[in-house]
């Protein structure tokens, strides 16, 4: 396995993971949706994300940003029409997503969500438990490290105990709780020491 920049070549292959594996507005909007954003990902110079790849087939990824606020008005600067066509399609499939991403692009989170922030994180079913969820996670934590953050933060939903008990023995504390489109969600940081690799 070795771990490399998200590039555009690895786009449809993290959105395919995505949509595989994760839960959430984007998974539930889909492919019309998830193809436009990690594109954008890939091409935006506010991304931070890596992606696990073994005999030339992607099988994790993480994703976030020093600046997700940035990131995200970035993403839809790059991609507005082909993002807001997909996600008007999916929509039409999922009317209550459509509304969803409507509530949370006018809603202020309860949380900071200037803070930098793992996005998303994740890894083939069929390769968990071997340690790629952990390299992807230092490797982001080194890359935070290096822009001068001391800390970032992410979300797990609050059902989602497997994940909780991932994130906590990697060292990241509770921060709060909070509801997002009906869903519980658990805030996470992690403190960053510097010059110490994770």
């Known amino acids: 396995m070795t771990l490399e920049r998200m590039g555009p070549q690895h786009a449809r292959d993290v959105a395919g993971l995505h949509a595989a594996t994760l839960g959430g507005l984007l998974s539930r909007l889909g492919r019309s949706a998830l193809d436009p954003y990690y594109d954008a990902c890939a091409h935006s110079p506010l ?6 790849v073994e005999d030339s087939r992607v099988i994790g990824f993480v994703a976030g940003a020093e600046s997700p606020r940035g990131l995200r008005r970035d993403v839809l600067r790059r991609n507005p029409l082909q993002f807001g066509l997909g996600a008007l399609v999916a929509g039409l499939r999922n009317p209550s997503a459509l509304i969803d991403l409507a509530r949370g692009t ?5 949380y900071d969500s200037g803070a930098p922030e793992l996005i998303y994180l994740a890894v083939d079913p069929s390769k968990r438990g071997q340690g790629t969820g952990k390299a992807l996670v230092g490797r982001f934590s080194e890359a935070m490290r290096t822009t001068g953050a001391l800390r970032y933060e992410l979300s797990v939903e609050a059902r989602n105990a497997d994940a909780q008990r991932f994130y906590e023995r990697l060292g990241f504390t509770r921060i709060g709780t909070y509801e997002e489109f009906g869903t519980s969600q658990v805030r996470y940081a992690m403190h960053l020491t510097p010059g110490f690799a994770t």
């Open 47 to 52: 991304s931070t994300a890596f992606v696990a």
């Open 106 to 110: 006018l809603a202020q989170p309860s």
